[in-house]
Every structure is written in C-alpha cells, then in structure tokens.
C-alpha cells in the first residue's frame, strides 16, 4: 500500500510561485507514474500534469504548460511540481496521484492512477 502526502500548498498572491510536494510512505514509488490533479470548489477533479517513472515522458494540462514543472528524484522519492506566475484559477486542492505502469495510459485520467494523496489547498488572491 503506498501511502501519500502532498506539502507546500499556501496563500500567494497572482503571480507568485509556488512548489508543492508529493512524498510516499509504504513503499517507495519509484516505480510508479506520477501525476497532481486539482480541484476547485463545485468543479470536477481535472489534470494538471503527469511524469513517468523514469522521467522520460512528462504531460501537463494545456492551462498550467510554461507556468508549472514537474519532477521526480528517482532517489530520493518526491514529486514536485513547481509553480510559476500563478493565477487566481489555479486555486484548487491539489493532490497527487501514483499509478501503475500497466495502468498509465494517457496520463490525464483520474481511473488511471491507484493511489491519492489527502490534498493541499493552494488559494491564489488576486
């Protein structure tokens, strides 16, 4: 069972940065394809952006590409995603999401991934 959890969530103003974290417990997830997801309030769940185990393969939602980045120490276990020039949209629950391998096939399904984060708030102020 992997278990994990997101930190770096917070309070900015637009066009601050910030850099969420995804750390696991249970088992290292190394192997797994990574991906954070959002959601706003009466809105669905929706992609932000995805990484592959090894880091070859990276996506993002067309709304976050140029601003966000996300990465993996292979390592040392995080995923990161680091956000840039953020917007008053991007305020969201932000979680992070692992999948396995077989699973991961587009990247931006939510049914794709296994296993969830509880989510950090992220409240971008205009």
């Known amino acids: 069972q992997v278990q994990l959890v997101e930190s770096g969530g917070g309070l900015v103003q637009a066009g601050a940065s910030l850099r969420l974290s995804c750390a696991a417990s249970?088992?290292?997830?190394?192997?797994?394809?990574m991906g954070w997801f959002r959601q706003a309030p009466g809105k669905e769940r929706e992609f932000v952006a995805a990484?592959?185990?090894?880091?070859?393969?990276?996506y993002y939602a067309d709304s976050v590409k140029g601003r966000f980045t996300i990465s993996r120490d292979i390592a040392k276990n995080p995923v990161y995603l680091q956000m840039n020039s953020l917007k008053p949209e991007d305020t969201a629950v932000y979680y992070c999401?692992?999948?396995?391998?077989?699973?991961?096939?587009?990247?931006?399904?939510?049914?794709?991934?296994?296993?969830w984060g509880q989510g950090t708030q992220v409240t971008v102020s205009s």
């Open positions: 999401a692992a999948a396995f391998i077989s699973r991961w096939v587009t990247a931006r399904n939510a049914y794709e991934y296994d296993y």
């Open positions: 249970g088992q290292t997830i190394s192997s797994y394809a």
């Open positions: 990484i592959s185990w090894s880091g070859g393969r990276i």
